[in-house]
C-alpha cells in the first residue's frame, strides 16, 4: 500500500478533472477526529496536492424523526471533535440547512479539488450525495469509516444468515484490521474565509421536537465514548456472558456513540488485541460489535427497502401474509404504545427503559418489537410503529443496526422459521414465560415502572 489507508476502503463515486483546489471532507456519520478512516484518506490526498483541508458538517432541519435528544448528542459530541481538529490546524466548517444544497454552495465558493465523504447505506443519505452531485459535480470519494471491513468488499449481495456472512469477514479482517495513523498538524495552513456557523448559532436553528429530553448519564463525544469502553472493558466484559439479563447491566453502553460514529469499531478491537484480551466473552461482543453491525449495514446497502415489509425474506412474507386475519388478543394504536399503555408490564418497562435512557436492551428490543407485531392489525403497520418510536426515542435509531434488528424481529430477516402459530407464522417468537426463564422480570419491571403494579386485565374479545 501506498499510503497509510487500505485502497480497498476508498470508492470514488464521481471521477472527473480535480483542479488545483483545497480538500473536503464532508463528516455525516463519523463524528469523530481520531482513528477516521475518512479523514485519514482525505489529509493524504491533501498532502498529495499540498492543498489545504477542512471538514465540513451540515446540520439537517430534520433527520429521521431525530429530536433534541440526538441532535443535543451530536452537536455536544462535535464540539469536542471541532477541537480536535482545530489542534490539527484542520477547521470545521459548519453550515445549516437542506445537505445537498449547502454542501454545494460551499464547494461553488472554494471549488474543491477533491470531496471526501462517509459511506452510509441509508436511503437518505444516498439521496444527500446524488442531489449534492447534481448541483456540483466534483470529483468525490467514498470511504467507509463505520465498517472494519468495507462493506463493498465483505460481501457484493445481500447476505440471508449471519451464519453465511460471518467467515466472509472474518477471512478479510485480517486485511483490515490495520492501525490507524496519529492525527499530525495539517502543514497547508486553511486560508480562505468561508462563511461558517458556531455551535450557539447552530443550536439556535434547531427546529426539532424538544418534548424528547436530551439524556442526562451519557457523556457525548470521542473522550466520552472511549471512557465508556475503558469501564466496560474493565467492569463488566469479563460478565459479558450475562448480556441478555437486562438487570446484569453488563451491556457496553457503547451504542449511541458507534451510531453517531464517535468510536470506530476497528479502534475498539484493536484496543481488545492490544490488551491481550480474548475468550469467550470477548468472542460475544466481538460478535454483536463486528458480525451483527457489519451484517446490518449489508442488509441496508444491498436491500433498498431495508425499511418496508417488502424488504423481508420471501418465506417471512409469505407466512405473514397466510396469518394476516388472524385475530389478535390485543390492539394498540401507535399512541398507546408510545404512552406505555399496554396491558403487559414486561412491554411497558421496556417502553419507559427506551423514552426515558434513550436505549432499550438488546434482548428486550426482540421482546418488545415482536410485541407490536402481534398486537396491530398487520405487520406494516407494526414496522412503521416500532421503526417510528426507536427512532424517536433512541439514542442509537436511525441506522442500519435499528432497521436491521426490527426487520430480524418482526419479518425474519437474518433468522429462520420456527414452529407455525398464529400472527407470527413461522416468525420467530418471544414471550414473557421466554424471558422469565432468562431473567428476573419483576425486578426489570420495578425498575421502569416504579408504583405500577402489574395489572393483567381480560384479553379484548
Ligand atoms: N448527519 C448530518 O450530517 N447532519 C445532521 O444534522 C444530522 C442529524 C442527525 C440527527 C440524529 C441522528 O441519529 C443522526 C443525524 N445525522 C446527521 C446523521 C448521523 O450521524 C448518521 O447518519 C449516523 O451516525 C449513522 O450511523
Not at 469502553?229 to 437486562?246: E, G, T
Not at 490488551?275 to 446490518?296: K, S, T, W
Not at 421502569?448 to 384479553?459: D, I, N, S
Request: glycine share 6%; net charge neutral; with cysteine.
Amino acid at each position: 500500500m501506498n499510503g497509510l489507508i487500505n485502497p480497498d476502503r476508498i470508492r470514488s463515486i464521481h471521477p472527473g478533472s480535480a483542479p488545483a483546489g483545497p480538500v473536503l471532507y464532508w463528516m455525516h456519520r463519523e463524528f469523530r477526529a481520531r482513528n477516521n478512516w475518512p479523514l485519514v484518506h482525505a489529509r493524504e490526498e491533501a498532502l498529495r496536492r499540498q492543498a489545504p483541508l477542512a471538514v465540513v458538517f451540515c446540520l439537517a432541519p430534520s433527520f429521521l424523526g431525530a429530536t433534541l435528544r440526538q441532535y443535543d448528542f451530536l452537536l455536544t459530541g462535535l464540539e469536542e471533535t471541532a477541537r480536535l481538529l482545530r489542534a490539527a490546524r484542520i477547521p470545521l466548517i459548519m453550515r445549516s440547512g437542506e445537505p445537498p444544497e449547502e454542501i454545494a454552495q460551499l464547494c461553488a465558493q472554494l471549488r474543491p479539488a477533491l470531496m471526501v465523504t462517509d459511506f452510509d447505506p441509508l436511503r437518505i443519505k444516498r439521496q444527500w450525495l446524488d442531489q449534492f452531485l447534481e448541483r456540483f459535480p466534483c470529483p468525490v470519494h467514498e470511504v467507509d469509516g463505520r465498517n472494519i471491513v468495507p462493506a463493498w468488499i465483505a460481501s457484493d449481495h445481500r447476505e440471508f444468515m449471519a451464519r453465511t456472512f460471518r467467515p466472509r469477514l472474518h477471512r478479510h479482517l485480517p486485511e483490515f484490521l490495520d492501525p490507524f495513523p496519529q492525527l499530525d498538524p495539517h502543514p497547508f495552513p486553511w486560508t480562505a474565509s468561508v462563511a461558517s456557523l458556531d455551535f450557539p448559532a447552530l443550536r439556535a436553528r434547531f427546529r426539532v421536537d424538544e418534548r424528547v429530553a436530551p439524556v442526562a448519564d451519557v457523556v457525548p463525544g470521542e473522550t466520552g465514548a472511549q471512557a465508556t469502553l475503558d469501564r466496560f472493558i474493565d467492569q463488566r466484559l469479563a460478565d459479558y456472558h450475562l448480556r441478555n439479563d437486562p438487570n446484569a447491566g453488563v451491556n457496553s453502553g457503547l451504542s449511541p456513540y458507534l451510531h453517531f460514529g464517535m468510536i470506530s469499531s476497528q479502534a475498539i478491537v484493536l484496543d481488545l488485541h492490544r490488551q491481550g484480551l480474548r475468550g469467550d466473552q470477548v468472542d460475544g461482543f466481538v460478535e454483536e460489535l463486528v458480525v451483527r453491525r457489519e451484517l446490518a449495514d449489508n442488509f441496508c446497502l444491498y436491500t433498498p427497502d431495508y425499511d418496508r415489509v417488502s424488504g423481508f425474506p420471501e418465506w417471512a412474507r409469505a407466512t405473514l401474509n397466510r396469518h394476516r386475519r388472524d385475530p389478535r388478543a390485543w390492539v394498540y394504536s401507535q399512541d398507546q404504545f408510545d404512552g406505555a399503555l399496554t396491558h403487559d408490564p414486561l412491554w411497558n418497562a421496556a417502553q419507559r427503559q427506551l423514552v426515558t435512557s434513550g436505549v432499550i436492551h438488546g434482548y428486550l428490543r426482540m421482546y418488545w418489537a415482536k410485541k407490536i407485531l402481534e398486537w396491530t392489525e398487520e405487520p406494516a403497520e407494526a414496522l412503521r410503529i416500532a421503526i417510528y418510536l426507536n427512532d424517536r426515542y433512541a439514542l442509537d435509531g436511525r441506522e442500519s443496526n435499528g432497521y436491521a434488528g426490527i426487520a430480524w424481529s418482526i419479518g425474519g430477516v437474518h433468522d429462520r422459521g420456527w414452529s407455525e402459530r398464529p400472527v407470527f407464522g413461522t416468525i420467530r417468537f418471544m414471550n414473557e414465560a421466554g424471558c422469565r426463564r432468562k431473567f428476573d422480570v419483576n425486578r426489570y419491571i420495578r425498575t421502569w415502572t416504579p408504583g405500577q403494579v402489574p395489572l393483567f386485565p381480560t384479553p379484548i374479545a
